[in-house]
């Protein structure tokens, strides 16, 4: 369990936050130098870092609102997921949050490990394929994330 949730899961989770600003180095040095392969790194990795950010920006809200539920979302709790009443209420959200934020650390860890199988192989040989086609659907996943936060789902 703690290999999920412990110190060397958020580290992991971390590296996929701070993918972004780095490949956006990558890309920008890739462009400047002419370096097909780093360009490809680069982009792929701003694909991926953004990604990871959307990923963050949903837990986020997901941990805010079960952390702090009575502060965030003050109303009539008949209508909510586990009223009527406030208690059950902020229980509710507060259980739904930590799947989410299991989900988002898990995610963030295969993000950081999809960037690390961009770089070039130690043998010489050809990278994989999968990494850049990951990379583009998670381009895809990243906007439609974003879409639907902005229009709550």
Known sequence: MSALVGASAW???????VLFPAAVGRLVAGIGQGRG????????????GLFGWAVALLAGQATANGLLYPLIDAHDYEHSWGGPTLVGAWVVHALVAVPVVL?????LRGVA??????????????????????????????VLLVNAWLHQL
């Open 113 to 142: 490990a999809a960037d690390r199988a961009l770089e070039p192989p130690a043998s010489g040989g050809r990278r994989p394929w999968w990494p850049v086609a990951l990379s583009v659907v998670f381009a895809l996943l990243a």
């Open 103 to 107: 989900a988002a650390l898990g995610v």
């Open 37 to 48: 392969g780093l360009v490809l790194r680069g982009g792929c990795g701003v694909a991926l």
């Open 11 to 17: 580290r992991a989770a971390g590296r996929g936050l």
